[in-house]
């Protein structure tokens, strides 16, 4: 694979760097990265799988939040040029949904990495459209040995 330079606006290169496939991808760009954060994004679009009466649902939005943690790891290991693990969400302590985005909005999203050990990962997560969080959450992910 060719070193992508940031932002990553490809979504199919992006979809490359997580486990999910389509129609189950809810990150379609990568916008930051650094060894404790990442940025990513997704435009809803009404042929999202969660999306319903032009508004995103929840499902949806937790879905979108797990997956730019899995991008994180992700790209991590293509930096490395290594194959990405696959992951699961081991625990959610909390997320709060303030709006659902509509069609058409981008939601991007900033993970901080709070703790990375032994294939478990925790992190604050906070979902925005423009300026107006809409999402934040705490997850842990857990990488399949």
Known sequence: MENKR??????????????????FVMVDTLK??????????????DTNIFENQAV?????????MAQSVALFTGYQFYLKNEPAPTGYIGSIKSVEILELPQKGDEIVTTVNVLQEFMGVTLVDISSAVGDK?????????????
């Open 6 to 23: 940031l932002p990553i606006t490809d979504a199919a290169f992006v979809e490359t760097l997580i486990p999910q496939k389509f129609p």
């Open 32 to 45: 930051a990265f650094s060894e404790n954060q990442i940025v990513a994004g997704l435009t809803v679009k």
């Open 56 to 64: 995103f649902q929840e499902s949806g939005l937790i879905e979108h």
């Open 133 to 145: 969080e809409i999402a934040r959450g705490q997850m842990k992910t857990v990488l399949a040995s």
